[in-house]
């Protein structure tokens, strides 16, 4: 395996460090243990930083607030790019009117909120309103029922020819050290296999994602990728969206890949990162403690 390098060497040389947020920052069970001290470094070296995530659960404040609520400041609202904003700048730009269906918690539906459309969860469909439903966004795993609502997705893209728009194209998450739960972008593989239909999809590995973060950037000042980094842990879509989009990257092994097999999977896969780390964690004498 590549050699693991220190992060505070790698983050020295670039101006800019994207961040995947779950496996990076935090984990199942809360913030990953000394996370805060990186951010304090970025702090007082004047470094930019964002978070680049497939978290679509939720909108950029409450996602802040749950950083906060566990004692990281240094994540404010304005530092948190998500797949839920592509997802939206789509429905402003394509879809009018009409409904808007959705799969995902009521909070997910936040990135939906647009002049003239009206969301509406999918367990809402029924005959009485399925010819006004413009299009449908698959936000979250969680917030429905899967037999019946799942069901009904089906039946809704086999009836309706409209736009499917996947907010989140993870397909797993760690839901302990040693087990994954089914994402929504899991779901929503399964059901595009099902109806035969290509769904337009948002978030990492997609190139589409960093251009929007790249972009946030650009419009106060000149930058070029070779001053940013990208921080994940998931090959499939942190490191080869990453690396696709021309950046430099780096995998850490506190989340998705795991130090006893990332040699195995980055032979398997083809996905090299710049980098490999133990984590993002700075250690106190960086801060000079």
């Known amino acids: 395996m590549k050699r693991i390098e220190d992060f505070k060497s790698i983050i020295d040389r670039y101006d800019v460090i994207f961040f995947d947020a779950f496996g990076v ?4 069970s809360g913030l990953v243990p000394g996370i805060e001290r990186t951010f304090a470094y970025l702090t007082a070296q004047n470094k930019e930083y964002y978070i680049v995530t497939n978290d679509a ?38 879809v009018n009117d009409g409904i ?3 799969l995902g918690t009521t909070e997910s539906a936040h990135y939906l909120e647009s002049t003239g459309i009206h969301t509406m969860p999918v367990r809402d469909i029924d005959a009485s309103n399925i010819d006004k439903v413009n299009a449908l966004v698959f936000m979250d795993d969680e917030g429905f029922d899967w037999f019946s609502d799942l069901n009904k997705t089906v039946n809704l893209l086999r009836k309706r020819t409209i736009p499917a728009i996947v907010a989140n194209t993870d397909k797993t998450y760690p839901i302990s050290q040693t087990d994954l739960g089914i994402a929504v972008g899991g779901l929503a593989g399964m059901i595009e296999n099902i109806v035969g239909k290509k769904f337009i999809q948002f978030g990492k590995p997609d190139s589409q994602m960093f251009m929007f973060a790249y972009d946030i950037i650009r419009d106060y000042r000149p930058i070029s990728k070779k001053q940013i980094v990208m921080v994940g ?15 430099d990257t780096v995998l850490v092994l506190t989340g998705n890949t795991r130090a006893e097999d990332a040699e195995n999977r980055i032979t398997a896969t083809g996905i090299v990162p710049t980098y490999i780390c133990a984590s993002a964690v700075l250690g106190p004498e960086a801060l000079g403690l």
């Open 100 to 102: 808007v269906a959705y």
């Open 57 to 94: 659960s939720r909108s950029p404040a409450k996602l802040a607030q749950s950083y906060h609520d566990n004692g990281l400041w240094a994540v404010s609202p304005e530092r948190i790019i998500s797949s839920g904003m592509l997802t939206k700048e789509y429905l402003d730009l394509k």
């Open 25 to 28: 920052l935090k984990t199942h």
């Open 233 to 247: 842990d998931t090959l499939q879509t942190d490191i080869l969206g990453g690396n696709k989009f021309g950046l």
